[in-house]
């Protein structure tokens, strides 16, 4: 196995080349010079706008235009119960168009992480919540509780509020997947702007599953394999690609390999070349949206319709990958940079990972009378990510 890095931040952009942290602190400053972050402002989400099609192209009467680095971050302030979705232009430092948004018509922006983490904290504080709990014969600290996008529905009292729903999972040890435990028939819609539980559905106890899911456990997971030898990859050669900051080339295929903090991994403007011919084959092509219905019509679980990329930014939850384990190889990682809640540059290390398998014979065919025997082996170029949003990965 092998290890190879490429250091983003350092890399002169191309107009599709991922954000580097130097640009992350200038999109900052920018937007803190118009006046338009504050102490209580927090970023939602930020990433590139990326140039119209036609300017990337030669031959489009719009090539080379547009093409300068834009930003888009989505700002949340809480103390002045404000959404902004603002551009802003790295090229020339001003902020291009800022609108204010209406959560009643518009929607709310993405969950920030800071709202993950005090659900709980607001939870164990709540009269009704802990009542609710000691009626089940469960205190606050037996109970985990999972932060989840409320969408937008017709409830009561709900509109234009930025809330998530809280639903409690008991936790037998701090070791034990609490995840097997829901205590059903209740859920919490939490006020995040102005942390208080907007109000509670309490359909009385219902029994908690008792059968653990601790899959980790050796006394239920069993032993692990002890009878498989090693595989040990090698390419004493090197890869049969070439990457030069985020360009990847393979095999006659050339692609942009970029990130966004909503998609996670984007592949742009992927081309494959031969006798000389290149030819355009995906202009763009990412992980759009995983949405998630439950269908499930209960008063507690029936707004359960997850939006993972809009809600969650699966790039943003993206793994750190690891040598050996997520990656098996001659490998080379991208480590790609996301603004966290603060809009300062959050890099997750070994985000992406670049490299081929061998993955069995593609075609073979033996000619008895021509006494030819031949084989082609398949080879395979993976670009990967992983992100766990919750309990999916």
Same mark, same amino acid.
């Given at each position: 196995?092998t290890?190879?890095t490429?250091?983003l931040?350092?890399l002169?952009?191309?107009?599709?080349g991922?954000? %580097?942290?130097q @640009?992350?602190?200038?999109a900052?400053? #920018?937007?803190a010079?118009a006046?338009?972050v504050?102490?209580t402002t927090?970023?939602?989400y930020l990433?590139l706008?990326e !140039?119209?099609k036609?300017?990337l192209y030669p031959?489009? @009467?719009?090539?080379?235009a547009d093409?300068?680095?834009?930003i888009? +971050?989505?700002l949340?302030d +809480?103390a002045l $119960?404000?959404s902004l979705?603002?551009?802003?232009?790295?090229?020339t430092?001003d902020v291009?168009e800022?609108?204010e948004?209406?959560?009643a018509v518009d929607g709310?922006?993405?969950?920030?992480?800071?709202?993950?983490?005090?659900?709980?904290?607001i939870?164990?504080?709540d !009269?009704?919540w802990?009542a609710a709990?000691?009626?089940?014969?469960?205190?606050?600290?037996?109970?985990r509780?999972a932060p989840l %996008?409320?969408?937008?529905?017709e409830? @009561?009292?709900?509109t234009?509020?930025?809330?998530?729903?809280g639903l409690?999972?008991r936790?037998?040890?701090p070791?034990?997947? +609490?995840w097997?435990? !829901?205590?059903?028939?209740? /859920?919490?819609?939490?006020d995040?702007?102005?942390?208080r539980v907007n109000?509670l559905i309490?359909? &009385?106890p219902v029994?908690?599953?008792e059968?653990n899911?601790? *899959?980790?456990d050796p006394a #239920?997971?069993?032993?692990?394999r002890?009878?498989?030898k090693? #595989?040990d990859i090698t390419?004493p050669?090197? !890869?049969s690609?070439?990457l030069?900051?985020n360009h990847? $080339?393979?095999l006659?295929w050339?692609l942009?390999v970029g990130f966004d +903090?909503r998609?996670g991994?984007?592949?742009h403007?992927i081309h494959h070349?031969h006798?000389?011919?290149?030819?355009?084959?995906?202009h763009?092509?990412s992980i759009?949206e995983?949405v998630?219905p439950?269908g499930?019509?209960?008063?507690?679980?029936s707004?359960?319709?997850?939006f993972?990329?809009?809600? *969650?930014? /699966? &790039?943003?939850?993206a793994?750190s990958?690891?040598?050996?384990?997520?990656?098996l190889?001659?490998i080379?990682?991208? %480590?790609? /940079?996301v603004a966290?809640d603060f809009g300062?540059p959050?890099?997750i290390?070994?985000?992406i990972?670049?490299? @081929?398998?061998?993955?069995?014979?593609?075609w073979?065919?033996?000619?008895?009378?021509?006494? $030819?025997?031949e /084989?082609?082996?398949?080879?395979?170029?993976?670009v990967?990510?992983?992100t766990?949003?919750g309990?999916?990965?």
């Amino acid at each position: 196995m092998t290890l190879q890095t490429t250091p983003l931040a350092t890399l002169t952009q191309h107009p599709l080349g991922q954000l %580097s942290a130097q @640009e992350i602190h200038e999109a900052r400053r #920018i937007l803190a010079d118009a006046g338009l972050v504050a102490e209580t402002t927090r970023f939602a989400y930020l990433g590139l706008v990326e !140039p119209p099609k036609a300017a990337l192209y030669p031959g489009h @009467e719009r090539h080379g235009a547009d093409t300068g680095r834009t930003i888009r +971050a989505m700002l949340w302030d +809480a103390a002045l $119960s404000r959404s902004l979705d603002v551009r802003l232009s790295l090229a020339t430092g001003d902020v291009l168009e800022q609108r204010e948004l209406d959560p009643a018509v518009d929607g709310q922006l993405p969950v920030l992480l800071e709202e993950f983490e005090i659900i709980e904290q607001i939870l164990t504080a709540d !009269p009704q919540w802990k009542a609710a709990l000691a009626s089940r014969g469960l205190t606050p600290e037996q109970v985990r509780v999972a932060p989840l %996008s409320a969408g937008v529905f017709e409830y @009561e009292n709900e509109t234009g509020k930025r809330l998530l729903r809280g639903l409690g999972f008991r936790q037998d040890h701090p070791g034990d997947h +609490a995840w097997a435990h !829901p205590i059903d028939g209740l /859920v919490a819609f939490v006020d995040v702007e102005n942390r208080r539980v907007n109000h509670l559905i309490d359909d &009385g106890p219902v029994p908690v599953p008792e059968v653990n899911g601790n *899959y980790t456990d050796p006394a #239920i997971r069993g032993e692990l394999r002890t009878d498989l030898k090693p #595989i040990d990859i090698t390419q004493p050669e090197g !890869p049969s690609f070439a990457l030069d900051g985020n360009h990847l $080339s393979w095999l006659g295929w050339d692609l942009r390999v970029g990130f966004d +903090a909503r998609e996670g991994l984007v592949l742009h403007q992927i081309h494959h070349t031969h006798n000389g011919r290149r030819r355009p084959v995906v202009h763009r092509a990412s992980i759009s949206e995983m949405v998630v219905p439950y269908g499930d019509p209960s008063p507690y679980r029936s707004w359960q319709n997850y939006f993972d990329s809009g809600e *969650y930014l /699966v &790039g943003r939850d993206a793994n750190s990958l690891k040598l050996g384990c997520d990656c098996l190889g001659d490998i080379t990682y991208m %480590s790609p /940079v996301v603004a966290d809640d603060f809009g300062n540059p959050r890099t997750i290390e070994n985000g992406i990972c670049i490299h @081929e398998e061998d993955a069995g014979i593609l075609w073979k065919h033996t000619d008895e009378w021509a006494g $030819s025997n031949e /084989v082609r082996r398949n080879r395979r170029l993976v670009v990967s990510f992983f992100t766990t949003v919750g309990n999916y990965d």
